[in-house]
């Protein structure tokens, strides 16, 4: 059997954490076997979905890397089928019309709840047929009343639900649109799903859906309901936790590889491993690994793999994510150094991708002003001798290179006899604005000769009017 999954948003909204595990979790079951992702927008709910929401899955998904091989299909697009197959199901007595009100609806449920009892359609349409002239209707699928559904979940294990506790649902809207319950059996079955794999919050579906299936002589797949994310205080993930659109960790300076090996662990282990390349994580991930308990999101830990994958990842490679937060905190790098030469320079010093762009700005951008914490405790009086014959060393070097610029500097320091310290830290200052940078050997052969001499010249001025005032 070939295995064919989907990922199935509704577009009403950006691609959440919780979406985007999802998507991994199908994605990477196909990918294992061979086997087909199918991406599927379920907009159905015309009020609610819009473009703007679509886009910003798709740019989601292409974002992470999960690439589909069949899609974007559109449920709007397939009204027409859903119909055909309602009009079947009406023509084999196996779906039916219900004249009810809203208000008869309500006192339904008003009745049922006053008795302590479940509210439900009580089917009071199932077996009428004197049908009023020119009254709105619902068409509903004639739910099997005894017996039970049963199937294994692949997280869940095995579920049993009497069909005597569900009620006859609605599969086509008095507006003549088909409901989400019905689309989804159809296009899991005219797509060839084989698994589905989708949120916890869908468990109480699957049981009509399977229903739904058999009617229709159509095969079932198997299901996997993978439980919520809980934010750090355990409470259901939200806004309030932080970041919950997948674009917003990209906004932030994340990788994708770090969010995708952060979601995969979210309820899935192998072992105690905590790194997967995407290669380990097709070869050993399992549906029936996924644990049963609701996970919690850990920032900090989100945090330490983004930190490893900016030191990890090929720097060109961390440049291609790189480009839309340089281009975010417009720093133009046409003028400078190979920007992947610097991202090997700083990779150790930051936790994403936003910081590493703000500490690099010197290396493009000439400042006019010191770190004032720096400038006071560094480019005071005492330092202007050491930076000025340092100038001099660095001005005279013809072949500029990490060895003979560190040349120089120890030089300095041993014809004055003074600590590295005391020619370091002002040189630090003078060519960078700030007391932080990787060390200077690496630093001044990224800034240049000429740029690196022009601001030691710039902090002697500093140092010259600070002696005056």
Not at 41 to 48: H, K, N, P
Not at 243 to 267: H, K
Not at 284 to 303: C, P, Q, Y
Not at 387 to 397: P, Q
Request: proline share 4%.
């Amino acid at each position: 059997m070939t295995i064919k999954t989907r990922f199935a948003p509704s577009p009403t909204g950006y691609l959440h954490v919780g979406g985007a595990r999802t998507a991994l979790y199908s994605w990477l079951i196909a990918q294992a076997q061979g086997g087909e992702f199918v991406l599927r927008i379920e907009d159905t709910d015309l009020e609610r979905s819009t473009q703007e929401a679509i886009d910003a899955i798709l740019e989601g998904m292409k974002w992470l890397g999960l690439e589909w091989t069949e899609g974007p299909h559109y449920q709007t697009k397939r009204f027409d089928r859903y119909k055909s197959l309602i009009q079947q199901l009406i023509e084999q007595d196996k779906a039916y019309r219900c004249y009810c009100t809203p208000e008869e609806l309500d006192a339904m449920r008003e009745e049922q709840m006053a008795k302590g009892e479940k509210p439900r359609y009580t089917g009071v349409w199932r077996d009428r047929t004197d049908y009023p002239e020119d009254q709105p209707y619902v068409i509903r699928f004639r739910n099997p009343q005894e017996g039970s559904v049963v199937f294994e979940d692949h997280v869940r294990g095995r579920i049993e639900v009497q069909n005597a506790e569900l009620d006859d649902l609605i599969i086509l809207r008095s507006d003549g649109s088909p409901t989400y319950n019905f689309c989804v059996v159809v296009d899991d079955w005219d797509m060839g799903i084989t698994h589905v794999v989708r949120g916890e919050d869908h468990v109480n579906n699957t049981p009509r859906q399977i229903n739904i299936l058999k009617a229709l002589d159509a095969p079932i797949p198997e299901y996997a309901h993978v439980s919520m994310i809980l934010g750090d205080d355990g409470a259901k993930l939200s806004k309030r936790h932080g970041a919950v659109s997948v674009m917003q960790y990209r906004d932030e300076g994340y990788l994708p590889q770090a969010l995708l090996n952060y979601l995969v662990r979210l309820g899935w282990s192998h072992g105690d491993q905590e790194i997967f390349s995407l290669q380990e994580m097709k070869e050993l991930f399992k549906l029936d690994g996924i644990n049963k308990a609701a996970s919690a999101f850990n920032t900090e830990k989100l945090v330490w793999l983004n930190q490893h994958y900016i030191k990890s990842t090929p720097a060109a490679e961390v440049a291609e994510h790189l480009q839309w937060h340089l281009d975010d905190q417009k720093l133009d790098i046409s003028n400078g150094p190979a920007i992947e030469a610097v991202i090997t320079a700083q990779a150790e010093r930051v936790k994403t991708l936003k910081e590493l762009v703000e500490i690099s700005r010197y290396y493009y951008e000439d400042f006019t002003e010191f770190d004032a914490k720096a400038a006071k405790k560094h480019l005071r009086p005492v330092a202007a001798e050491p930076l000025a014959l340092v100038k001099d060393k660095l001005a005279a070097i013809t072949d500029w290179s990490e060895a003979s610029i560190q040349a120089a500097i120890n030089e300095t320091a041993e014809e004055l006899e003074i600590g590295m310290g005391k020619v370091g830290m002002p040189l630090r200052v003078a060519t960078t604005g700030s007391g932080n940078s990787p060390s200077l050997d690496i630093t001044l052969n990224l800034i240049g000769q000429a740029k690196s001499v022009q601001r030691i010249g710039q902090a002697l001025t500093f140092i010259e009017q600070r002696e005056k005032s």
